[in-house]
C-alpha cells in the first residue's frame, strides 16, 4: 500500500509508523487514520517484525483529530461503515453520528487487538483523538516536553476515547482531566502511570529504541502471549465495554448547545477562531492549572 499521511519502516525487527502531517501538526483525518489501521495490520502479520513504534514528524506526536469538515462524517470506505453526507459534523441521522465515533474507535483498539507489542514514542503535544491512541498502546514512552489531554473535552464532546482516562489515573484525576479539558505533563503522566519513561527530548529517539530492541530480543509468539494476558485482565474488569459504552455518550453530545456554537464559529469565521472561543477561558489549548512555567514546572 502507498502510503501519503504517514511513514512505514521496517529495521531491526521494529516497524515505525510515523504520522506524516507535520504541517498540520499530525492531526488525524480519515486517510490518515486507515493508512496506521494499514501499517498496524502489515506489521502484524510481518514475521520480520516484533515490535510496533508509533511516532509524530515534526514538533509532535499528534494535535488530534482534524476537525477539518472531513472528520464530521463517517470513514469513507475505510472500514464496514457508510460515509455520512458532507457537512461540517451535521449528521443525517443518530446512526451516522454513530458510525463515525465507532470509526474512532475500532481503529484505536487495533493496536489493542494488535497481536505484536506496540511502543507510543511521545513529544510534544498528544491530544484528543491521539492521547487514546497513544494510551492504548502498550508502552508509552515521553519526552520531558510531551502533554496530553483533551481540550474537546471543553465544548464539544466528552470524547469516545477518555474512558481510557480512567483506566491509566483512576477516578479523581480522570474526572479532573475530563471536567477541566487540561493536559498533563511529561513528568504527571509517569507519575499517574501513563507512561513508562521519560526522556529529555533529545534522546527520546534513542531511548525508545533501546527498550524496543530489549523487547525485540524475545520470541515474538511469547510477546504476543504475555500482552494478551495483561489486555485480558483488563477485558474482565470491563475496559472494552466501558470504552464502547463511552461513544454512546459522544453520540448524544452532537446537539449540545456548546458543540453546535464551536461549529457555527469554525463556520462562519474560521476553526482559529472556533478553537480560541473554545480554549480562551482556559489559558490556551495547553493552558492547566496549576500553570506551567517556562521551565516545564508548576
Not at 91 to 117: L, T
Not at 232 to 244: K, N
Request: hydrophobic share 40%; glycine share 10%; with cysteine.
Amino acid at each position: 500500500m502507498a502510503y501519503e499521511n504517514i511513514l512505514y519502516d521496517v529495521e531491526d525487527r521494529l516497524a515505525t509508523i510515523t504520522f506524516n502531517r507535520p504541517e498540520r501538526r499530525n492531526a488525524i483525518n480519515w486517510d490518515m487514520s486507515a493508512e496506521i489501521s494499514a501499517a498496524l495490520k502489515a506489521a502484524e502479520v510481518d514475521t520480520d517484525v516484533s515490535v510496533i513504534i508509533l511516532k509524530g514528524a515534526g514538533e509532535c506526536f499528534s494535535s488530534g483529530y482534524d476537525l477539518g469538515p472531513s472528520m464530521g462524517k463517517a470513514p469513507r470506505q475505510t472500514g464496514d461503515i457508510t460515509a455520512a453526507d458532507e457537512g461540517h459534523g451535521d449528521f443525517v441521522s443518530v446512526w451516522d453520528n454513530r458510525a463515525r465515533v465507532q470509526g474512532h474507535i475500532e481503529y484505536m483498539m487495533e493496536i489493542w487487538n494488535n497481536w505484536k507489542p506496540v511502543i507510543a514514542q511521545v513529544h510534544g503535544a498528544c491530544l484528543g483523538g491521539a492521547s487514546a491512541l497513544a494510551l492504548a498502546s502498550d508502552l508509552l514512552i515521553a519526552a520531558d516536553d510531551a502533554r496530553l489531554g483533551h481540550p474537546g473535552l471543553r465544548a464539544i464532546a466528552p470524547g469516545e476515547e477518555t474512558a481510557i482516562f480512567a483506566w491509566h489515573v483512576g477516578l479523581k484525576k480522570a474526572k479532573e482531566m475530563l471536567l477541566t479539558g487540561d493536559a498533563l505533563t511529561a513528568e504527571e503522566m509517569l507519575r499517574h502511570g501513563m507512561a513508562n519513561h521519560v526522556f529529555a527530548q533529545e534522546k527520546l529517539e534513542e531511548e525508545t529504541r533501546i527498550i524496543a530492541r530489549r523487547i525485540a530480543n524475545i520470541d515474538p509468539q511469547l510477546l504476543s502471549l504475555s500482552k494478551k494476558m495483561v489486555n485480558r485482565v483488563y477485558e474482565q474488569m470491563g475496559f472494552q465495554f466501558s470504552i464502547q459504552s463511552s461513544g454512546e455518550f459522544v453520540t448524544m453530545s452532537g446537539r449540545l448547545p456548546s458543540n453546535q456554537e464551536f461549529k457555527r464559529i469554525a463556520k462562519d469565521e474560521g476553526l482559529k477562531a472556533a478553537i480560541q472561543w473554545r480554549d480562551g477561558p482556559f489559558g490556551g489549548t495547553l493552558g492547566r492549572y496549576p500553570p506551567i512555567n517556562d521551565n516545564g514546572e508548576e
